[in-house]
């Protein structure tokens, strides 16, 4: 069973491009949480979808930032007119069970993307 | 606000000593679940250790063992016979986030030297 999967790896972009970034769940996981790392930072949660639905996207900037998790294919989070400041790494975990206050939903982890911005 | 705070930006340990690393939390919950992440250079993150939050034993995996202080709301990771592969960040976190999304520290850059 393979694990997350994520790609690219590494995405270069300059300043004003989009940047979209692709997260597979692991097989029979129906629920994605997108996590974003600064530099010297620890992770912070941006969005969590479930299949064709968002959940919560309480972490996510409102301006610039999308995220989808169609029936079919990966979960993506797409990034507009990209900054200096959105370079950092992007990582989603799966889960198979849906998220809950308190309650406890293993997430396993891709490993990562790695957004630099020129 | 749910916050996670490591105090201990970084620290190193000699090979096959003992290293303690350092956590506290704030939550007004009283059923949770925390974390111990390990993010080597690869920055794969890797589960090292949960501990549920209503039980009183302290989780334990191998080497790696946690003090869990519910009412001082602590969470320290210990790790025994300190090996060179245990170099990394680690990160402590819970499930604070009201969809089960995790909320972590800041982390601690732990050095195992030879």
């Known amino acids: 069973n393979a694990g997350v999967m994520q790609n690219p790896r590494h995405l270069v972009r300059r300043r004003g491009q989009e940047a979209r970034l692709r997260c597979s769940p692991m097989?029979?996981?129906?629920?994605v949480y997108w996590y974003r790392q600064l530099p010297e930072e620890g992770l912070k949660f941006m969005v969590y979808?479930?299949?064709?639905?968002?959940?919560?996207e309480s972490g996510m900037p409102k301006e610039r930032f999308s995220a989808e998790f169609p029936k079919e294919g990966p979960s993506i989070l797409r990034i507009q007119q990209v900054v200096r400041g959105d370079s950092a790494a992007y990582f989603c975990?799966?889960?198979?069970?849906?998220?809950?206050?308190?309650?406890?939903?293993?997430?396993?982890f891709g490993p990562g993307t790695r957004l630099t911005v020129l | 606000a749910q916050t996670v705070t490591q105090s201990q930006p970084e620290m190193s340990v000699q090979e096959a000593e003992t290293v303690t690393l350092s956590c506290t939390y704030d939550?007004?919950?009283?059923?949770?679940?925390l974390f111990w992440y390990k993010q080597p250079p690869s920055r794969q993150m890797i589960l090292v250790i949960r501990?549920?939050?209503?039980?009183?034993q302290n989780a334990t995996e191998n080497r790696f063992s946690v003090n869990f202080q519910k009412a001082a709301k602590s969470f320290s990771l210990k790790i025994s016979d300190s090996q060179l592969g245990d170099t990394a960040m680690y990160f402590c976190?819970?499930?604070?986030?009201?969809?089960?999304?995790?909320?972590f520290g800041k982390g601690t850059k732990l050095s195992v030297k030879p």
């Open positions: 979808l479930q299949k064709e639905n968002i959940i919560d």
């Open positions: 976190a819970f499930n604070g986030g009201s969809q089960g999304n995790l909320i």
């Open positions: 975990a799966s889960s198979p069970r849906a998220g809950g206050q308190s309650s406890y939903n293993e997430q396993f």
């Open positions: 939550t007004s919950e009283n059923n949770y679940y």
């Open positions: 501990q549920e939050a209503y039980k009183q």
């Open positions: 097989k029979g996981h129906s629920h």
